[in-house]
Nanobody, 119 residues
Framework: QVKLVESGGGLVQPGGSLTLSCATS????????MGWYRQAPGKERESVAT???????KYAESVKGRFTISRDNAKNAAYLQMNSLKPEDTAVYSC?????????????WGQGTQVTVSS
């Protein structure tokens, strides 16, 4: 199994910034896609940003120009820099990876970290 642990969440005022980190514990899996998802109460979980091993990124329309995803392939770690935060960004943010062992692909999720944007 690949274990993912998020950190960096908290309370921030509108217009502020936070950086989320995702650390992984992995022995034999190859970490392919990494990303961040979020879920607010009463809403479905949505993809915020993803990044491939080669550095190709995709963002949700609502966060384009404000959030930046990055990764360290040597450490198998991912990061999410969040700027110009809005109240609607409030949610539990979870780290995600699509990893492979041989020719078989698996999905893994972290426990989540709370981000609250409020004045």
């Amino acid at each position: 199994q690949v274990k993912l642990v998020e950190s960096g969440g908290g309370l921030v005022q509108p217009g502020g910034s936070l950086t989320l980190s995702c650390a992984t514990s992995n022995s034999d899996f190859t970490i392919n896609v990494m990303g961040w998802y979020r879920q607010a109460p009463g809403k479905e979980r949505e993809s915020v940003a993803t990044i491939t091993r080669g550095g190709t990124t995709k963002y949700a329309e609502s966060v384009k120009g404000r959030f930046t995803i990055s990764r360290d392939n040597a450490k198998n770690a991912a990061y999410l820099q969040m700027n110009s935060l809005k109240p609607e960004d409030t949610a539990v943010y979870s780290c995600y990876t699509k990893a492979s062992w041989g020719d078989v692909a698996y999905d893994f999720w972290g426990q989540g970290t709370q981000v609250t944007v409020s004045s």
